[in-house]
C-alpha cells in the first residue's frame, strides 16, 4: 500500500494520552487532506496467569483499558467527521481494529487483556450500527502472531504448530491482508474476523 501511494509519513504517539490521540488524528489529515480508513493498531497487554487475581490490580485494568478501548473509541471520534467525508465524496469511511481471538475465547496473556479486547469487539459492534451506512467498523482478531515478541512463546508456538489446521501461527502479512480485505469488503460491517489460522475449530 505504502509503494502504490509513494509517500507515508510517521506520527509518535501515546494512545494512553488524549492529546497525543487528537494530533495524531490532526497530523493525518493536514497531511493528506482526508482520511478514508482507520486501522486501531496500538495495543498493550500484561503477562499474568489468569489465577493469580491480586496480580491483576486496578493500575493494570486502567492501563489496558485506556490504550486498548478509550484510546480505539476517541480516535474514532476524533476522525468521525473526516470519514464521513470519504462517504460523501468517494466511498464509506472505514474503520478496522485490532482485537484479539482472546476477546471471544477465555485464552490470553490475563484477564484484564482478554476483557479489554471483549470490550473492543462489542464497541466495533456497536459503532458499526451507530456509524452506519457511511462508516463500516470492523475487527480482526488475531491469534498468536509470529513476531520477534512472540517467538519467546514456546508453548504458545507448538500449540499452533501442533493443533491449528494451518499448523504454524500468524505472520504480520497475514493480518494485514486481513485488515486490507476488510477495507475494501464495501457491504461488511459489525464483522469480527477470527484470524487464528482454524485454532478455535480444534
Same mark, same amino acid.
Given at each position: ?22 494530533r495524531? =488524528?490532526? !497530523? ?9 480508513v ?16 491480586? *496480580? ?22 476524533? *476522525?468521525?467527521?473526516?470519514? #464521513?467525508?470519504?462517504?460523501?465524496y ?9 482485537? /484479539?481471538?482472546?476477546? =471471544? ?5 490475563s484477564?484484564?487483556? *482478554?476483557?479489554?479486547? *471483549?470490550? +473492543? ?36 508456538? !507448538?500449540?499452533? #504448530?501442533?493443533?491449528?489446521?494451518m499448523?504454524?501461527?500468524? /505472520? ?9 480485505? +476488510? ?7 459489525? !464483522?469480527?474476523?477470527? /484470524? ?7
Amino acid at each position: 500500500m505504502v509503494a502504490e501511494m509513494k509517500q507515508a509519513i510517521y506520527v509518535q504517539a501515546d494512545l494512553a494520552f488524549e492529546a497525543d490521540r487528537v494530533r495524531l =488524528i490532526n !497530523e493525518a489529515i493536514a497531511a493528506w487532506g482526508q482520511l478514508d480508513v482507520l486501522v486501531n493498531n496500538a495495543g498493550i497487554s500484561r503477562v499474568i496467569p489468569h489465577s493469580d487475581l491480586a *496480580a491483576a490490580n486496578s493500575t493494570v485494568w486502567h492501563e489496558l483499558n485506556e490504550v486498548n478501548v478509550v484510546a480505539p473509541f476517541h480516535l474514532v471520534a476524533l *476522525a468521525e467527521s473526516a470519514l #464521513r467525508d470519504a462517504a460523501r465524496y468517494r466511498r464509506a469511511g472505514c474503520v478496522v481494529n485490532i482485537s /484479539s481471538h482472546a476477546g =471471544i475465547r477465555p485464552k490470553g496473556a490475563s484477564i484484564p487483556y *482478554a476483557v479489554s479486547k *471483549a470490550a +473492543l469487539n462489542h464497541m466495533t459492534r456497536l459503532l458499526a450500527v451507530s456509524l452506519g451506512p457511511e462508516i463500516r467498523v470492523n475487527a480482526v482478531a488475531p491469534g498468536l502472531v509470529d513476531t520477534p515478541l512472540t517467538a519467546e512463546w514456546t508453548e504458545a508456538q !507448538e500449540l499452533w #504448530r501442533t493443533r491449528a489446521p494451518m499448523r504454524r501461527a500468524a /505472520s504480520p502479512d497475514d493480518i494485514a491482508k486481513a485488515v486490507v480485505m +476488510l477495507v475494501e469488503s464495501d457491504y461488511l460491517t459489525g !464483522e469480527i474476523l477470527l /484470524s487464528d489460522g482454524g485454532l478455535n475449530l480444534t
